[in-house]
């Protein structure tokens, strides 16, 4: 299973951007997708998180900024970020809740926890 992570970078205040991140592999399922953020010297936290049936989860703070949703590529979700403040600089990692994919030797592989390299926000003036 590998996981491409893009669409940070640097904005202003007030601005936006569109995080995305795809998952490549012999994927059999995944029961969520979500989007995780950390600054230095604070423990990751979750920012929104979506499971294969559509529903969605988001920290308190970015209720009604951010947006995921399901891109229409398969295993890619799309985190769009709007009315960004200086607070949202992070790094953004995406991360794989539960899946379920094929070994190279075609066992079935279970793991509850996997994460893609983080992409770095800044939001500055």
């Known amino acids: 299973v590998q996981l491409q992570a893009s669409g940070g970078g640097l904005v202003q205040p007030g601005g936006s951007l569109r995080l995305s991140c795809a998952a490549s592999?012999?994927?059999?399922?995944?029961?969520?997708m979500g989007w995780y953020r950390q600054v230095p010297g604070k423990q990751r936290e979750l920012v929104a998180t979506?499971?294969?049936?559509?529903?969605?989860n988001y920290q308190e703070s970015v209720k009604g900024r951010f947006t995921i949703s399901k891109a229409n590529a398969k295993n890619t979700v799309l985190l769009q970020m709007n009315s960004l403040k200086p607070e949202d600089t992070a790094v953004y990692y995406c991360?794989?809740?539960?899946?379920?994919?094929?070994?190279?030797?075609?066992?079935?592989?279970?793991?509850?926890?996997?994460w893609g390299q983080g992409t770095l926000v800044t939001v500055s003036s």
């Open positions: 592999g012999r994927i059999l399922s995944i029961n969520r």
């Open positions: 979506i499971t294969s049936g559509g529903e969605t």
């Open positions: 991360n794989l809740d539960n899946v379920n994919y094929y070994s190279a030797h075609d066992e079935i592989v279970a793991l509850k926890d996997y």
